[in-house]
């Protein structure tokens, strides 16, 4: 069973910069996370999807992050401009959803802001 | 926010002892405790789980134990070994929530051979 496919798997740009990220889930997972990790703190959600509608969004910071999941699958993650404090591990998940609670992660995306 | 919150220590343990990584956690109303192993360069991989209506859970070489009376969970590793090296995270699930999953701090665990 192929995993959570995160591109790209680094990225490097200028303060107010723009950039965006993609996941393409696990086949069939309707629950979809997008997490933030800044080096050395656990995972922090970003927004979760169930299916192509937002589930929780509370800790995403709308003023610069957006994110989108049109059909249901694939979803994107876009930072708009970017701050230096944007520099962290960007982390995709993916999960069946309201049966199975187990969420698998992709191997992410090392942001950094310079 | 009521979030899972874990001390972020490093734990150096002899390899073939066993490893006790603690967490604790201030909402109740979670429905599933998970424990992730991430090792450098990778994301989060799940370990084990348990139910908020289990005190214990036993795995391969693993053993969580959930304490509601203190809110407390722990990841027991038997006969650690050098590929148990990595930062062990605790979360917890809210199905109410939309199976929302909040992560702690993490615990770096290194085996010493």
């Known amino acids: 069973e192929a995993g959570v496919a995160q591109s790209p798997r680094y990225k490097i740009i200028e303060k107010r910069q723009s950039v965006a990220f993609w996941c393409n889930p696990i086949s069939g997972h309707a629950t979809l996370y997008w997490y933030q990790q800044i080096l050395g703190q656990g995972p922090k959600l970003l927004i979760q999807?169930?299916?192509?509608?937002?589930?929780?969004d509370s800790q995403l910071p709308k003023d610069r992050f957006s994110a989108e999941r049109l059909k249901g699958v694939d979803s994107t993650l876009k930072i708009q401009p970017a701050k230096l404090e944007d520099s962290a591990v960007y982390l995709c998940a993916s999960s069946l959803g309201w049966v199975n609670t187990e969420a698998f992660f992709g191997q992410g995306t090392r942001l950094t802001v310079v | 926010g009521e979030s899972v919150g874990l001390h972020l220590p490093t734990l150096s343990v002899q390899e073939g002892d066993n490893s006790i990584i603690n967490c604790a956690y201030s909402?109740?109303?979670?429905?599933?405790f998970i424990w992730y192993k991430q090792e450098s360069g990778k994301g989060p991989q799940f370990i084990i789980d348990i139910r908020s209506n289990m005190d214990k859970r036993q795995g391969q070489r693993v053993t969580v134990l959930l304490n509601k009376t203190v809110k407390h969970l722990s990841l027991q590793i038997a006969a650690t070994q050098p590929g148990d090296s990595a930062v062990y995270f605790c979360a917890e699930n809210m199905k109410a929530a939309g199976n929302k999953l909040t992560f702690g701090g993490g615990t770096r665990v290194l085996v010493k051979p």
């Open positions: 999807f169930q299916n192509n509608g937002v589930v929780d």
């Open positions: 909402n109740s109303a979670s429905d599933y």
